[in-house]
């Protein structure tokens, strides 16, 4: 997009006048042509998802709800936010817990404040192939406002398994889980674990003493993290290998947590989520979910419409499900913006495993991530304040609209 600018302006100060405004016309539009494309590929995507979430989302706060945290990741924009002064973040990162009855050692990172507490815990797992290091700039940021964010490494992080001598990579990876029960099995079972160990955590990191309350405990991830948030979390997986009623279509839920956090999740398609419409009956707890209109992916058949599906298809009762126009399935850990360095782009491993189009990358990079990657912030950590911390401000700001009024109607919330 800047390219075409660049070739509009330079037509317009070229000394051949005429052939300068021949370019700056086609220049402008070629602009306007990408941007009505995008548009128009955005609109074709967005409106099946109002269509079938059964309402727009609000186009306004209502009755200033929620105006107490008018202050946030953007100071200046109104509507933004944040639910107090910041904390000083401290890490423990490289802890390792050995759990004994399944002879493993799983190391996990850990984000805490350097003061207070007790504070309520989220237990967050990673995408396929990815490590305890995913998504620091959101896991910092829960931890800043009174959280303690604990980060496992699952058995199927390609860090974890070259350094046993593998050769791992993501399309590997990504095909053994849909072949592979115990890819997602020993997950839920690390999820549970850590959730099991917090007493061990205060005494392998001495700074932890007294700031976990392991009364208040959500689970979230991203990707395939999502998808072991929600077997955490009541839903059921019924994978083809296993034959009906297979291991993962037993209750895997940890009565433990509170609330799960659906990050670019999975819905019903013929291949890897094996979930059906009855999959997520049994989710009672409070859940949001999150998707963009460029969250699809070729290999594994996920597209934004499918990615809501948690939400439509959980009963009602604490849900959410956050839209937002230009977030592909990495925006929603700061890969494309926030925290995100120079090596960091769509393009790559990720992007060859997920099978997206050089058009879709073309379009994530026209949009304003670093604005994306906040309204994540926002939502996600007003919902764990709702729902972790009971603050009723904070869900009042989730369904006010603000997030709508904040965005210009690129992101918004529904619920039920």
Not at 174 to 200: C, H, N
Request: aromatic content about 8%; some cysteine; glycine content about 12%.
């Amino acid at each position: 997009m800047h390219r075409l600018w660049r070739k509009a302006w330079r037509g317009l100060l070229s000394p051949w006048w005429g052939a300068g405004l021949v370019m700056a016309a086609v220049g402008l539009l070629l602009l306007g042509a990408l941007h009505a494309a995008r548009a128009g590929a955005a609109s074709a995507v967005a409106a099946p998802v109002r269509d079938r979430m059964g309402k727009a989302y609000a186009a306004s706060a209502r009755d200033g709800a929620g105006s107490e945290y008018l202050a946030g990741a953007q100071p200046s924009a109104p509507g933004a936010y944040a639910s107090g002064a910041t904390l000083d973040v401290r890490t423990a990162d490289e802890v390792i817990l050995h759990d004994a009855a399944r002879g493993k050692d799983l190391p996990v990172k850990v984000y805490y404040a350097a003061t207070g507490g007790p504070y309520p815990v989220i237990v967050f797992s990673h995408g396929a192939g990815g490590s305890k290091d995913v998504g620091a700039g959101l896991l910092s940021y829960w931890a800043e406002h009174g959280y303690v964010v604990i980060a496992p490494t699952h058995e199927d992080s390609i860090e974890l398994r070259r350094a046993q001598g593998e050769q791992a990579g993501m399309g590997g990876i990504v095909e053994r889980f849909g072949t592979d029960p115990q890819y997602r099995l020993s997950r839920v079972a690390d999820d549970s674990f850590v959730i099991s160990s917090l007493d061990e955590l205060a005494r392998r990191v001495p700074e932890l003493a007294g700031k976990v309350d392991p009364a208040r405990i959500g689970v979230g991830g991203h990707s395939a993290g999502a998808m072991t948030a929600m077997l955490s979390g009541g839903a059921r997986n019924d994978m083809a290998i296993n034959g009906p009623g297979g291991p993962e279509a037993a209750d895997l839920r940890d009565g433990r947590v509170s609330c799960i956090l659906v990050l670019s999740g999975q819905g019903i398609t013929p291949l890897l989520s094996a979930f059906n419409e009855h999959s997520w009956d049994g989710v009672d707890e409070p859940m949001m979910v999150m998707t963009g209109s460029l969250d699809e992916s070729t290999r594994t058949a996920q597209t934004p419409l499918s990615r809501c599906e948690p939400y439509y298809y959980a009963p009602a009762g604490g849900k959410y499900l956050v839209y937002i126009e230009g977030a592909t399935h990495m925006s929603f850990t700061g890969k494309l913006g926030g925290d995100a360095g120079p090596d960091e782009r769509l393009s790559g491993p990720m992007n060859r495993a997920l099978g997206l189009s050089a058009q879709q990358e073309h379009w994530a990079e026209s949009y304003d991530q670093a604005a994306i990657f906040s309204w994540v912030r926002m939502a996600s950590l007003a919902f764990w304040d709702a729902h972790l911390k009971g603050s009723e401000m904070a869900r009042q700001w989730l369904e006010s609209g603000a997030l709508d009024s904040l965005s210009h109607g690129q992101a918004g919330v529904w619920h039920k």
